[in-house]
Structures are given as C-alpha cells and as structure tokens.
C-alpha cells in the first residue's frame, strides 16, 4: 500500500483532447512534486510545490499546467500534447523540499497519439 | 554537462556475488543523497538515504565521498530479488528537489 496515489494509471489521449492526472499524498507531507520519465532518459522534474506553493517550473511548456488545491492533493492538467509527450508521469511527496527524501506514486503512464 | 551520472550497466551477476555501483554529481554544493530502486515499470521505491560517515542496511552498503564527489551502493550476497535498476538522487542547495541520474541496471542470475 502506497502513500501516494495516483490517477488514471493509464491514460490514452489525442493531441486535442484536454485530461487531467490527479495525485493524493495520505503522509502528512509538505512538498509535492511531478517527475516525467521517458525511456532511456532520467527522471526530469517537472514541478515543485511547497505548502502550496509553486517554487519550481523547469521550463515546461505551457500544455501542462499543474494544480495543487491544499498540500495533500496534486493535479496535471494536459491539453493539446504532444506524441513525444508519451511517457511515465510521476508524483512524489517529502517532508519538506529540498534535503529529504521523496516517496512516489505508482505513476500515470501516458500515451499521446 | 550532466548533475548526475550514472554508469547504465548492465550489470550481469551471478546470485552471491558483490556488486559496486558509483555516482557522480557535479555540483559541490549537494545536499543530500539517496539511493533509490526501481523495478520495470514501477515507481523509484527509497532503498536507502546515503549519509557522511557511511551506512549500513543489512546486505546494502552507501558511502559518500563528497571531496571526490560521488556515492556507491555495495550489494553483498546478491539475490535474484535484487535485479533492477538503482537510481542515485541528490539534492542541491539551489534547488528544490532530488535529481537523479538515468539508473543502473542490474541482472541477478542463478
């Protein structure tokens, strides 16, 4: 049993539809984090919040707009993306950002065709 | 140039054997490291925080040299469990996340 979950598992979309991944941390955490993972690549963060507040946009382009309502629940928004989009998308959560370790989610595998 | 590098293996083992991963990061101002495990198409699970002085976690070992700036995964009496990719993971003082390299990879056989 994780501490974090995630929302659609899978996902398949065209590249005009608009979807959103939802992300649920039950660890009292305060950081909140979105990773994407491609094959052959490392993880690459995407986005960092902390008590709910954006501090971390790694040039991400603006198809992906993310969402964090309160510092337990994380959101992906997507719309018109992107085949090479296709990819891992994974949520983490940790204590505090910065110096602590991260636990994450099973992951949305996403596939854009 | 790359944070965080990794050697991506792949690693071939028998069962019992010793196997040494290192990781290196180019920032001198890192924080905190990690070693984390993922499994195929699984997510990265925390196999053990890397600290100073060096820790233990039974057949698991992790160092950190940071004047050379790297840290290694030791595996004593591998099992076939074992097999999977290792992730390091450091934080840097400027930023606000763990970064990681691209994983090594690793095949335990019987």
């Known amino acids: 049993e994780t501490g974090v979950t995630q929302t659609p598992r899978h996902l398949v979309m065209g590249m005009t539809n608009k979807k959103s991944l939802k992300c649920e941390q039950h660890?009292?955490?305060?950081?909140m984090y979105w990773y994407k993972q491609s094959a052959k690549k490392p993880l690459e963060l995407m986005f960092v919040?902390?008590?709910?507040?954006?501090?971390e946009n790694n040039s991400v382009p603006s198809r992906f707009s993310p969402e964090c309502p309160n510092s337990s629940h994380l959101f992906l928004h997507l719309h018109t993306l992107q085949p090479e989009d296709s990819a891992l998308y994974l949520c983490a959560s940790s204590l505090r950002s910065r110096e602590t370790e991260a636990f994450f989610g099973q992951g949305t595998r996403l596939t854009v065709v | 140039r790359k944070e965080v590098e990794q050697d991506p293996g792949p690693f071939n083992v028998p069962e019992g054997a010793t196997v040494a991963f290192n990781c290196t990061y180019s920032n001198s101002a890192s924080q905190s490291f990690f070693w984390y495990r993922q499994d195929c198409r699984k997510e990265p699970k925390l196999l053990m925080s890397v600290y100073s002085s060096g820790n233990e976690d039974g057949r698991f070992t992790a160092q950190l040299n940071r004047a050379s700036q790297y840290i290694s995964l030791l595996i004593r009496d591998s099992k076939l469990s074992d097999s999977a990719t290792y992730l390091c993971?450091?934080?840097?003082?400027?930023?606000?996340?763990?970064?990681f390299g691209k994983g090594t990879s690793l095949l335990v056989t019987p």
């Open positions: 660890l009292g955490h305060n950081a």
């Open positions: 919040y902390s008590l709910e507040e954006r501090v």
């Open positions: 993971a450091v934080t840097f003082l400027s930023g606000y996340a763990l970064n």
